[in-house]
């Protein structure tokens, strides 16, 4: 199963220039989501207590890898999403800010959690999930993506936190 043929690639949305990666056509594939998950989940730690992940494609994942994995799952959202008392953090975007909150009571100190999205660009999305674990005291078990923009250089902001995907494509 290649992974790969599954991911639509869309030219120029949202905006010219951006080489859009779609994976709903690989989602709904069922041989091809399983396939996706399963790999996911062989690239976990072994030991890890929770897995959270940020709207809102990391649910697509996140959902079903906690669930094969027997794990529970909090996720990570825009401001003004989540209903119970929140922390938050800012990331710097090309333009702007963005900010990223969870349930202050998401995580229990010394938590290993494991944080998963769609597709790590310039990984700015994952570094805030990073850090929003560590502002409640847990710990990043890992960092999992089904696809990498290797050009974006993900992988470098992410440096010293163990980081897995499944699909690389340049940009
Ligand atoms: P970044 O914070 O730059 O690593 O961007 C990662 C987030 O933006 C992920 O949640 C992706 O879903 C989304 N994203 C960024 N670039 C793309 C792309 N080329 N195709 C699809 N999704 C993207």
């Not at 043929?5 to 869309?10: M, Y």
């Not at 730690?45 to 959270?52: G, H, N, R």
């Not at 710097?92 to 800010?97: K, N």
């Not at 998401?106 to 502002?135: F, H, N, P, R, S």
Request: glycine letters at 10%.
């Amino acid at each position: 199963m290649e992974l790969k043929d599954k991911i639509r690639v869309i030219e120029g949305f949202p905006n010219e220039g951006i080489s859009f990666k779609d994976v709903t056509t690989l989602t709904k594939d069922p041989e091809a989501f399983k396939a996706a998950v399963d790999e996911l989940a062989a690239r976990c730690p072994k030991d890890f207590d929770l897995v959270i992940g940020p709207e809102s494609r990391g649910f697509l994942f996140g959902t079903a890898l906690a669930y094969k994995l027997g794990k529970g799952f909090e996720p990570v959202r825009k401001p003004g999403k989540l209903p119970a008392e929140t922390v938050e953090v800012s990331y710097a975007l090309e333009y702007g800010t963005d900010t990223l909150q969870i349930h202050k009571d998401a995580i229990e100190k010394g938590m290993k959690v494991v944080i998963v999205d769609d597709l790590i660009a310039t990984g700015g999305t994952l570094q805030a999930c990073c850090k929003l674990v560590e502002q409640l005291g847990g710990e990043v078990a890992a960092v999992v993506a089904v696809i990498e923009l290797t050009d974006l250089k993900g992988r470098e902001l992410l440096k010293g936190y163990k980081v897995e995907s499944l699909v690389e494509y340049p940009v």
